[in-house]
Nanobody, 123 residues
């Protein structure tokens, strides 16, 4: 059983920064791709960022590119999302996910999901 637990969400003013963290436990392998998605009220879940098993390959949604950085630790059991220059439209629940097949940019490609952490950006 794989468990993903997100942390680091909160309330921040526009222009501020947050660092989200995802801790993985259970039978999760370092070869898994990891990703972050978000879902705002009334909207579908959307891709934010993804990172391959080695950490060398990353993908970002256009909406966060240049403002966010995804990283994973050397033990491959945590993945972080540093978000800068936050905007009110970044407000959403952010989810961490793990994919057995490696780096994936669509939600259906992920096998495990966390419960999410709320990010609220005030204007």
């Amino acid at each position: 059983q794989v468990e993903l637990v997100e942390s680091g969400g909160g309330l921040v003013q526009a222009g501020g920064s947050l660092r989200l963290s995802c801790a993985a436990s259970g039978r999760i392998f370092s070869t898994y791709g990891m990703g972050w998605f978000r879902q705002a009220p009334g909207k579908e879940r959307e891709f934010v960022a993804a990172i391959g098993w080695s950490g060398d390959i990353t993908y970002y949604a256009d909406s966060v590119k240049g403002r966010s950085t995804i990283s994973r630790d050397t033990a491959k059991v945590t993945v972080d999302l540093q978000m800068n220059s936050l905007k009110p439209e970044d407000t959403a629940i952010y989810y961490c996910a793990a994919a057995r097949r490696g780096i994936v940019v669509i939600a259906s490609g992920y096998d495990y999901w966390g419960q999410g952490t709320q990010v609220t950006v005030s204007s």
